[in-house]
């Protein structure tokens, strides 16, 4: 891979981190446990949520829907 594709790579990757952790921030704590999370575990899903967001359809194959995709299984 060229730097190029690795520096957006890399910005896709902290965009989605972003948008996952303010999706998950703005929950409340009852919400955070309806989805069996607390407020410590906000930052490791998120980080595997966006990972998961930006990884190829072809590597998700037969995974299952994630609980958190903006716009279609808003978590809160």
């Keep these: 891979m060229n730097p190029f594709k690795n520096a957006l790579a890399a910005w896709a990757r902290?965009?989605?981190?972003?948008?996952?952790l303010a999706e998950l921030a703005?929950?409340?704590d009852?919400?955070?446990a309806e989805l069996g999370l607390a407020?410590?575990?906000?930052?490791r899903v998120a980080?595997?949520?966006a990972e998961r967001r930006i990884a190829p359809s072809s590597a998700r194959a037969g995974q299952p829907p994630a609980l958190l995709v903006q716009g279609r299984y808003r978590a809160c």
């Design 14 to 20: 902290q965009r989605e981190l972003r948008a996952v």
């Design 26 to 28: 703005a929950c409340s």
């Design 30 to 32: 009852r919400e955070l």
């Design 39 to 43: 407020r410590g575990d906000i930052v």
């Design 47 to 49: 980080r595997e949520e």
